[in-house]
């Protein structure tokens, strides 16, 4: 591997997971593929442990990077839901080959903490 792709490389990773790196971006970009529209104590329901006020951040960083929408209705009160953008459906691919891995990581220690060890089928 050439020491300029490399270079390149590491920063495009790092560029990616300063947009959705974290312990709740993923949990909630995943929660939201799966959804056409959730308001907020949905998300916060699915996403368990997520403190009210981490959620909100985490919603208008993933919004700033326009990978979802936030719609507000002039309802009395007020209403809002949150989508994923096209742009954040981009992710899918992304974000499947994360939980099939982490799938497969699962059954792996757990036969290894088990005592078992043979070869577990990777995606």
């Known amino acids: 591997m050439e ?29 939201l593929e799966s959804q ?3 308001r907020f104590n949905e998300i916060q329901r699915a996403v368990t442990n997520i403190t009210p006020r981490m959620l909100s951040k985490e919603l208008k960083e993933l919004e700033q990077n326009e990978l979802i929408e936030r719609r507000v209705y002039p309802t ?20 499947f080959a994360l939980g099939d891995w982490g799938k497969n990581h699962r059954k ?11 070869p577990v089928e990777t995606v």
């Open 108 to 118: 792996r220690i757990m036969r290894v903490s088990v005592g078992v060890q043979e």
């Open 3 to 31: 020491p300029t792709y490399c270079t390149t490389h590491l920063r495009s990773m790092a560029d990616t997971l300063d947009i959705i790196g974290g312990k709740w971006k993923l949990l909630v970009l995943t929660f």
């Open 76 to 95: 009395m009160p007020v209403s809002v839901d949150y989508r994923l953008t096209d742009y954040g459906r981009s992710l899918d691919q992304v974000l």
């Open 36 to 38: 056409t529209a959730v």
